[in-house]
């Protein structure tokens, strides 16, 4: 499979400051049961053996340029990425390289199996063995890194966690209680990790100062739910809201993730700050996800450009010979107030005349 983004849940490398907060950055977009569409065909589909993919524009020296498809037992049943090798693919050229590297691949393979490679096109076009994969059976394979991976700046980019069963960052509930303090009564910082399954379904966590919303399926990182300036200072607590009873979601490969006892109780998530007393309760979307969509996905911003080029056509001939400028605006709803019954929609200083103070 090639792609231009590779599918959440690969494995490969991201960056913190794009991926976390930006939707644009995955093949899926991040959006809703689309998040899994990929990964779950390459699960049942145990033909798929290699998917490559760009749009990091990150070179391939690091190893998790390359992963596969499964993990050490004893770090958990996790990732489940059928029968597929995932690799990142660089850029040739320098201007366009988040680090310099420019970079290719190559694939060589016969009937026993095949081989990535890299080019590394800085260095006139040599040739490196990267990884060998070995067909052992119709539906299994050995892979291994082929080279000791000497190149490795481990430090050039930061890797954003992802959680898995087994590596002790998993938090669980209070028996008692049915609440769930995450940072032990302590204040979050850039060192906290750990992460946790809500009632629900969904997975939050904390890593890099920062609370992130995981895919449930692949754990992989969805988006930014609290940034590290809001957070800075504060613990986060668990509690149930009081309704015994919410929608429970499907949450394929999860069967070993334990959550609260009362499993279909809604929740809340509150930030608690110690020095103003202040309690700060993090809602969830309308479609129960918590993480936010900061900068909306570019094929909605697309469709929202067309829109604006056919009102800038319109408004050139509307206007035309006028003294007015046909300036085209974007009005964005449906909601503007969050108390009783919108009836005004316009943006003051965009859409309508904005007021004097």
Request: aromatic fraction near 8%.
């Amino acid at each position: 499979m090639f792609s231009h983004a590779p599918p959440i849940g690969s494995g490969l490398r991201v960056l913190q400051e794009n991926h976390v907060v930006n939707g644009c950055c995955w093949l899926n977009h991040s959006g809703g049961a689309s998040t899994r569409k990929f990964i779950e065909l390459v699960r049942q589909h145990r033909c798929i053996k290699a998917w490559f993919s760009g749009h990091f524009h990150l070179g391939q020296d690091y190893e998790d340029s390359i992963t596969f498809p499964t993990i050490p037992r004893e770090q958990g049943p996790y990732p489940d990425r059928g029968s597929c090798v995932f690799a990142q693919t660089s850029v040739m050229r320098s201007g366009t390289s988040r680090d310099k590297r420019q970079q290719s691949r190559l694939i060589r393979g016969n009937k026993d199996g095949f081989e990535i490679c890299t080019v590394d096109h800085f260095n006139g076009g040599t040739v490196r063995l990267d990884a060998t994969i070995t067909y052992k059976d119709e539906g299994h394979e050995v892979g291994v890194f082929a080279h000791e991976h000497e190149e490795i700046s481990g430090d050039s980019f930061i890797k954003v966690y992802s959680p898995s069963l087994g590596d002790g960052c998993k938090v669980d509930y209070d028996d008692e209680e049915g609440a769930l303090d995450p940072t032990k009564g302590d204040c979050i910082d850039e060192e906290t990790i750990a992460w946790w399954q809500m009632s629900c379904g969904r997975v939050l966590g904390m890593y890099d100062g920062r609370l992130i919303e995981y895919d449930p399926s692949t754990l992989a990182p969805l988006g930014l739910v609290v940034g590290a300036d809001e957070l800075a200072g504060r613990r986060v607590l668990v509690v149930g809201s009081g309704i015994e009873e919410c929608a429970v979601e499907e949450t394929e490969g999860m069967e070993g993730a334990d959550c609260a006892d009362a499993e279909a109780e809604e929740q809340a998530v509150l930030l608690i700050d110690d020095n103003t007393g202040t309690v700060t309760v993090v809602q969830p979307n309308e479609d129960g996800s918590y993480w936010r969509k900061i900068v909306r996905n570019k094929m909605i911003r697309m469709k929202e450009k067309r829109r604006e080029q056919a009102a800038a056509t319109v408004a050139q001939t509307e206007f035309e010979g006028s003294e007015m400028t046909g300036k085209v605006v974007s009005s964005w709803g449906p909601y503007t107030s969050t108390v009783g019954t919108a009836t005004a929609t316009g943006v003051p200083g965009l859409t309508k005349k904005a007021k004097l103070k």
